[in-house]
């Protein structure tokens, strides 16, 4: 009987125990989540241009909750392949801006995660046989780079302008295809952004369409740089191979050689020996924003 006494006294104080324990590991996990090194948020928008819901993320400056920042606006980076490129780049770039070495200004950085990428960076339908398999073609969404476009410049520019506190100031950012995007946009749309970079651009897309392109626009206006900088990076581990698919190389050296004769000052190529097309954006978009900002810093409100 005693025994029995002794097991009813133990089971509230077991259960108390356990009670104890369970809020002590849920205020543990709050406790852990409050510390959380956070870089960005999450956004969702419904997209007209594309027909589907379309997710960005976005990172803020590290001054933007501050106090004596409230007036503040920040100039904006415009980023594609987020679920490759966000995160390195918006650390990097808040490193560049720190206080203690200041080589560019705080940006707010915008980076579109995506859907289907062959669609939406290409700028033609261009069918490619399958390298190992000849009955069989790749790339058969290509050819949505302008609609993909009209998403960034008339729904998702308005939607983070009316939210964040941005400056009139607008870079987009793009790797590979992402790169051949981004000369597609200069050349057709150069005022909708202030500055382009294309890390290893894909020129050899479509038997090298963009290289004509070049040609054409700068025969239609020579002033194409005036107001705007350009940052092309090519790695030259990707040099032809013997039995490559497409060149790399030749067409990115092509565009180059075009741009150069309008001895701008507005046009870097940097060339990167012990980089690859994978590894490239890396070392690319820390160099292309230093440039990008040794001259003309936007102005300070």
């Known amino acids: 009987m005693n025994k029995l006494k002794r097991l009813y006294c133990l089971i509230p ?29 999450i956004h969702k928008l419904s997209s007209t241009f594309l027909n589907e819901e379309r997710t960005v993320f976005v990172h803020l400056p590290v001054s933007y909750q501050n106090e004596t920042a409230k007036q503040t606006s920040y100039p904006v980076v415009y980023l594609l392949d987020a679920e490759y490129n966000f995160n ?21 950085v915008v980076s579109i995660k995506n859907t289907d990428r062959t669609r939406d960076l290409t700028p033609t339908n ?26 960034i410049q008339e729904e998702l520019k308005p939607y983070i302008n009316n939210n964040f506190r941005t400056k009139n100031y607008e870079i987009l950012v793009g790797h590979s295809l992402g790169g051949l995007f981004t000369i597609h946009t ?33 025969l239609a206006d020579r002033n194409l740089l005036k107001d705007k900088k350009l940052f092309v990076s090519q790695a030259t581990a990707e040099k032809p191979k013997e039995k490559a698919v497409y060149d790399m190389w030749q067409p990115i050296q092509d565009f180059k050689a ?44």
């Open 126 to 151: 261009f069918l490619m046989q399958h390298p190992k398999d000849s009955s069989k073609f790749v790339f058969e969404t290509s050819g949505g780079a302008d609609r993909f476009l009209q998403f």
């Open 258 to 301: 075009i741009l150069e004769e309008l001895k701008s000052p507005h046009f870097r190529h940097q060339l990167y020996k012990n980089e690859t097309h994978g590894t490239i954006s890396l070392v690319g978009n820390y160099d292309a924003m230093r440039w990008l900002f040794e001259e003309n810093k936007p102005a300070e409100n």
């Open 186 to 218: 200069l050349l057709h749309h150069s005022d909708y952004f202030e500055a382009y970079v294309a890390q290893d651009p894909s020129l050899w897309w479509d038997n090298n369409f963009m290289i004509n392109k070049t040609k054409n626009a700068l």
């Open 13 to 41: 104080v077991f259960i108390l125990s356990l009670s104890v324990g369970f809020a002590q590991s849920e205020l543990s996990k709050e406790t852990e989540m409050q510390n959380q090194i956070v870089i960005g948020e």
């Open 88 to 108: 390195s780049f918006s650390t990097m770039l808040d490193h560049l801006a720190g206080p203690l070495y200041g080589k560019v200004p705080e940006m707010i």
